[in-house]
């Protein structure tokens, strides 16, 4: 058996499979290998804190001249003692061992509001421009609804969890979208003790037990967590983790007419609370540069149908037919976007794997991006805001929600080998963040008042902020590579340079206006400085660089060069993974990471 092991292993590394970074690393195991390229704090308070290179922060690695003014810089140093905007306390946090006395009935009587308000939040958030997770079937909600207030007493407490959840959110939409309504309890208003309530009724109904409703309303428990600040939030990914790990336990990874035991409604639900697992736990890890807790192999369950909940109930014998995803119906978006997923899967594991892909590999995962971009319906695709002027805000986000998934997997998966000095990779990538960054701009701008989203600027959230972070990032990576005297060939042309400083200079003052909320924006607003400055210091009349020869003007994907009885040129030139630690470009410290770039002390986004 141990022959048959290692003749395993050295035919999977003759077929190029799995290509390790360094012999040298791969000989001195895995544990050396970890230690020379996760991106991890030195001191012993932050020593555990990794972030993976789907983070926008691990761009910062390839700012290598920019690490000693961010080290030095008093701003910088201060980040270290403020916590995040609207960030909580873990300690504060019932489900993670806080101490407290608390019950069913003193729940009820304490912190649920009267009727007639959760009444109105209710309507508030089926009805209201809230996005709706659609793992509650509205027409059965309602019912139970009627039920708990006939006798409140005897509700189960993970659906309070999720009544308490509903209320937290559409209360502090509410704030925003009709800032003069009728007046909640102040206490209400102002404070989160709903979602505190909401996370006493998890521990009372014992959430960490494989049963009914435990997905769902962990679920919405970390949901409810993403509305509180525009940095991702460490606590929403430890919940999700632990919703993922129920619905392991309860099997909603497996597709419910394999087993038969469930009904045409009930089989429904769990494919789209599995779906929620899946977006909310891979976009949650992505932001954070962690792992997903989902192999998407290991899962058959079906994607939910384009159904309305007016379309199916409890006692629906046989399922319709999916809407056509020509009609803009509120679920399309959640459909689409579990498409999605599995390329965005394959992109995150490859960003964060300890190995390099083959150029096969690499191809046709892109192409694999680029189809899966064209499956999107024409009713969902992005729009200049001034040819969206009689759309509703709901489509608007949601088309930018869908695109910016589109653009961060060629932003990730593209500029690791744009930083071994591959230019198709470069290409790529700084296409996608010129896109990104430009439809983010142009939204920005309909936040202020008047604008075409003001009463909406809630729906800007920590993962579309996250992707503008990313976006802006690979701008700057793109500038500094356009400074390496080393390899002509990684340059850049003038006008795609004058393009991206006017892209950063509009995105450092939607930086600097979020700082106050977000205090990833307020790190990556003093990078995008410190670039701006150095490319203006650095800028002389006589320094236009035309292209050089095999890299395409205005960014259009260059071509393999042929070369001579070889056929076509390696898709890495001279610069391939297995060779790019000989090029100039070896002259950067790829196994260091952002713990070079701030002091070492530095608190890591969400982090208390």
């Known amino acids: 058996m141990v022959k048959q092991i290692m003749q395993n292993q050295t035919s999977m590394q003759s077929s190029g499979q799995l290509v390790p970074w360094l012999s040298e690393v791969a000989q001195d195991g895995p544990e050396s290998h970890t230690q020379a390229i996760d991106s991890v704090q030195d001191d012993q308070s932050t020593r ?47 489900i993670f061992g806080a101490f407290s006395s608390f019950s069913l009935d003193k729940i009820v009587s304490e912190f649920l ?160 609370c599995w779906a929620i697992c899946k977006q909310m736990d891979l976009m949650t890890s992505f932001e954070l540069g962690l792992p997903s807790n989902i192999c998407m192999e290991n899962c058959d369950t079906k994607s939910p149908r384009n159904l309305f909940d007016s379309d199916f109930n409890e006692d629906t014998q046989e399922l319709p037919s999916s809407r056509s995803e020509n009609e803009a119906t509120r679920q399309l978006w959640f459909i689409v976007k579990d498409r999605m997923m599995v390329s965005f899967s394959k992109v995150c594991r490859d960003a964060l794997s300890f ?64 930083a071994r000095g591959n230019a198709s990779s470069t290409v790529c990538c700084i296409n996608a963040g010129k896109r990104l960054v430009s439809q983010f701009i142009d939204i920005s701008k309909e936040f202020s008042p008047g604008g075409q989203l003001y009463m909406q600027r809630w729906m800007l959230t920590n993962y579309t902020m996250n992707d503008f972070l990313l976006g802006v990032m690979v701008l700057c990576f793109a500038l500094y590579i356009g400074w390496n005297k080393h390899d002509q060939s990684l340059h850049i042309d003038t006008n795609t340079k004058e393009e991206i400083l006017t892209l950063l200079e509009s995105s450092h003052t939607i930086l600097v206006d979020k700082s106050a909320s977000c205090k990833d924006a307020r790190r990556v607003s003093h990078v995008v400085r410190q670039i701006l400055d150095s490319t203006k210091k650095s800028s002389k009349p006589a320094s236009n660089v035309e292209s050089p020869p095999g890299v395409a003007k205005n960014l259009e994907i260059a071509q393999p060069q042929t070369s001579g009885s070889h056929g076509s040129e390696s898709f890495y030139g001279p610069l391939e993974p297995l060779t790019f630690m000989n090029s100039p470009v070896g002259d950067f410290d790829w196994t260091m990471f952002d713990s070079e770039v701030f002091n070492q002390d530095t608190l890591w986004p969400g982090q208390p």
Request: aromatic share 12%; hydrophobic share 40%.
């Open 113 to 272: 509001p009267a009727k007639v308000d959760v009444d109105r939040l209710l309507s508030h958030y089926f009805q209201g421009p809230v996005f709706i997770i659609p793992i509650l079937h509205k027409y059965q909600f309602e019912r139970q609804y009627r039920e708990f207030w006939a006798n409140p007493m005897e509700v189960k407490p993970l659906w309070l969890s999720i009544l308490l959840s509903i209320c937290y959110m559409s209360a502090e939409v509410r704030k925003i979208t009709d800032p003069g309504g009728p007046p909640l309890k102040e206490f209400f208003a102002e404070n989160s003790f709903l979602h505190t309530a909401a996370g006493q009724c998890l521990v009372l109904g014992e959430y960490n037990r494989p049963q009914e409703l435990a997905v769902e309303a962990l679920a919405m428990y970390a949901q409810s967590k993403h509305v509180q600040t525009l940095d991702p939030s460490r606590e929403a990914g430890v919940v999700l983790s632990m919703a993922v790990r129920a619905a392991y336990h309860l099997g909603y990874h497996r597709d419910p007419d394999l087993s038969g035991r469930f009904t045409v409604f009930e089989g429904e639900m769990r494919r789209r």
């Open 355 to 418: 190995y390099v892909k083959s150029e096969e590999d690499v191809v046709q995962l892109d192409q694999e991006i680029r189809q899966m971009y064209e499956t999107i319906p024409q009713v969902l695709r992005v729009k200049d805001m001034s040819e969206s002027v009689t759309e509703s805000p709901f489509i608007i986000f949601t088309r930018i929600y869908v695109e910016f998934i589109y653009l961060k997997c060629q932003c990730v998966l593209h500029r690791r080998y744009m």
């Open 48 to 94: 555990d804190n990794y972030v993976g290179s789907t983070h926008w922060s691990a761009v910062l690695n390839d700012l290598l001249d920019l690490k000693e003014l961010l080290h030095s810089s008093p701003e910088i140093q201060n980040l270290q003692y403020e916590l995040p905007m609207g960030a909580s306390h873990v300690g504060n946090e019932p």
